[in-house]
C-alpha cells in the first residue's frame, strides 16, 4: 500500500512559478517510479513528467519540456514538480502517483496509486 498526498498548488499569473510536492507514505519510497499527471476540466488525465526510483531517469510531456521539473528526495519521500513559466494552459488539477514495478510511465494505466490532487490555476 502506498498512501500519496500533493500540496502546493494554488493561483498564479502568467510566467509565475509553483512548486507541488507530494509526501509518500507506506511501501519503501526509493523502489518505486513516480510521475505527475493533470487534469483540466472536461478533458482526460493527461501525462506531465515522471521519474524512476532513484531520480536518475526523467521523462516530459512535451507541452512541458523545458518549463517543468521533477525530482524526488528519497529520504524525506516526496517527489517535486517545479513549475517554471506557468501558462494559462496549465490550470488543472495536479495529481501525482506511483509506479511500483515500472521505471516512470507516461500511460496513467500504468500506476497503482493515485494522490487526491491539488488545484493549480494560471491567470492571465
Known amino acids: 500500500q502506498v498512501q500519496l498526498v500533493e500540496s502546493g498548488g494554488g493561483l498564479v499569473q502568467a510566467g509565475d512559478s509553483l512548486r507541488l510536492s507530494c509526501a509518500a507514505s507506506?511501501?519503501?519510497?526509493?523502489?518505486?517510479?513516480m510521475g505527475w499527471f493533470r487534469q483540466a476540466p472536461g478533458k482526460e488525465r493527461e501525462f506531465v513528467a515522471a521519474?524512476?526510483?532513484?531520480?536518475?531517469?526523467?521523462r516530459y510531456a512535451d507541452s512541458v519540456k523545458g518549463r517543468f521539473t521533477i525530482f524526488r528526495d528519497n529520504a524525506k519521500n516526496t517527489v517535486y514538480l517545479q513549475m517554471n513559466s506557468l501558462k494559462p494552459e496549465d490550470t488543472a488539477v495536479y495529481y501525482c502517483?506511483?509506479?511500483?514495478?515500472?521505471?516512470?510511465?507516461?500511460?496513467?494505466?500504468?500506476?497503482?496509486?493515485w494522490g487526491q490532487g491539488t488545484q493549480v490555476t494560471v491567470s492571465s
Open positions: 502517483a506511483a509506479d511500483l514495478y515500472g521505471l516512470g510511465s507516461a500511460e496513467r494505466t500504468k500506476y497503482e496509486y
Open positions: 507506506g511501501r519503501t519510497f526509493s523502489t518505486y517510479a
Open positions: 521519474i524512476n526510483w532513484s531520480g536518475g531517469t526523467t
